[in-house]
């Protein structure tokens, strides 16, 4: 990979079983740097719905000059994650819900204890959202800027 696209320090696939379905899906992780460190993990989440999260990288740059470790997954139906052509358009099954539970389950699968979150365009959004269910381990921080006019 290139200076700006750093490789990640693992790849791996977690279990995913959503409320209310037996069934087990597949989510794509790649974490960047070592997540037991005593850095509180970024945690991002990507665009789309339909963008997988390799073009959220940059943040991993984060790892590379401050040892913040970082977490991009894509999101199921996306990416390295499973894919599921049965409910393109079911609007049953690809709900906020389904989206909200994934980083939970990633989360503690990862065995995460504290972390910050990041979204871009859809991933924002989501990112809101979740923050909006007080996840445990979830750090706030508000920033306030002042009007200089």
Same mark, same amino acid.
């Given at each position: 990979m290139?200076?700006?696209n ?14 209310g ?8 992780? @790649?974490v960047?740097g070592?997540l037991?460190?005593d850095?509180?993990p970024l945690?991002?989440?990507h ?8 073009? @959220?990288t940059?943040p991993?740059l @984060?790892?590379?000059?401050y040892?913040?470790?970082v977490?991009?997954?894509?999101q199921?139906g #996306?990416?390295g994650s499973?894919? @599921?052509p049965?409910? #393109?358009?079911a ?9 909200l539970?994934?980083?939970?389950n990633?989360?503690?699968?990862l ?5 910050d979150?990041?979204?871009?365009s ?7 959202s979740?923050?909006?269910t ?6 706030c ?9």
């Amino acid at each position: 990979m290139s200076p700006s696209n750093p490789a990640p320090t693992r790849k791996e696939s977690i279990l995913f079983t959503p409320t209310g379905t037996q069934m087990e899906y597949q989510t794509a992780v @790649l974490v960047y740097g070592n997540l037991k460190c005593d850095q509180v993990p970024l945690i991002a989440l990507h665009g789309g719905p339909g963008s997988p999260s390799p073009y @959220l990288t940059p943040p991993a740059l @984060l790892h590379e000059r401050y040892g913040i470790p970082v977490v991009l997954y894509d999101q199921l139906g #996306r990416g390295g994650s499973t894919r @599921l052509p049965e409910t #393109r358009g079911a609007t049953d099954f690809c709900t906020i819900e389904l989206f909200l539970a994934e980083p939970t389950n990633l989360i503690a699968t990862l065995g995460i204890k504290q972390f910050d979150v990041l979204g871009h365009s859809w991933g924002g959004m989501l990112a809101g959202s979740f923050a909006l269910t007080q996840p445990q381990g979830l750090i706030c921080k508000f920033a306030r800027f002042r009007d200089s006019s």
